[in-house]
């Protein structure tokens, strides 16, 4: 394998990272309707434990390049999609306003670690020519995850419901 073709499966696996890592971030809103109906939540308090997500995102950014700086982004990245993949296990089977705020936090944290931080830094160290369409490459897996993971999940709560009782 040449050079070359060793930078098209870096860019590839960053791209699937971020379209399957942050793309089910936009699919939320498919979900807002039936667990306010389900938990019987209001529309703000609902908007209030989702928006712990992002601000757990920004708040542990720092120390996620903090942590970029020093360890290897590869482990990293694997202890953030890891953090994310418990977070959607677990928020598949959150009962309370409590489990869902603290796996919001979870997988704002997990999101920070295993997406935009270190794939910048990967793609700035493996990349001199062409580092902007690197990143255009790579970026783009956010809104298109974003796009068709809220098609399919759209397509899931329409002909099979949200929970096993609906």
Not at 101 to 106: D, K, S, Y
Not at 121 to 139: K, P, Q, S
């Amino acid at each position: 394998m040449t050079e070359h073709d060793g930078r098209k499966w870096v860019i590839g696996a960053l791209f699937a990272t971020l379209f399957l890592i942050w793309g089910p971030l936009n699919a939320g809103g498919v979900f807002f309707v039936p667990v306010i109906t389900h938990f019987g939540w209001s529309r703000g308090f609902f908007s209030l434990l989702v928006g712990v997500g992002p601000l757990a995102a920004g708040v542990s950014s720092p120390a996620a390049g903090w942590l970029v700086d020093r360890i290897d982004a590869r482990k990293v990245m694997i202890g953030g999609a890891s953090m994310v993949a418990l977070g959607y296990v677990a928020l598949s089977l959150a009962n309370s306003a409590l489990e869902f705020l603290l796996i919001f936090i979870l997988l704002g944290v997990g999101v920070t670690a295993s997406t935009i931080i270190p794939s910048a830094l990967v793609i700035t160290n493996w990349f001199n020519e062409n580092r902007r369409l690197a990143l255009g490459i790579a970026f783009a897996g956010m809104p298109l995850g974003g796009t068709a993971i809220m098609i399919c999940a759209n397509c899931v709560v329409q002909h099979y419901g949200f929970a096993p009782d609906t």
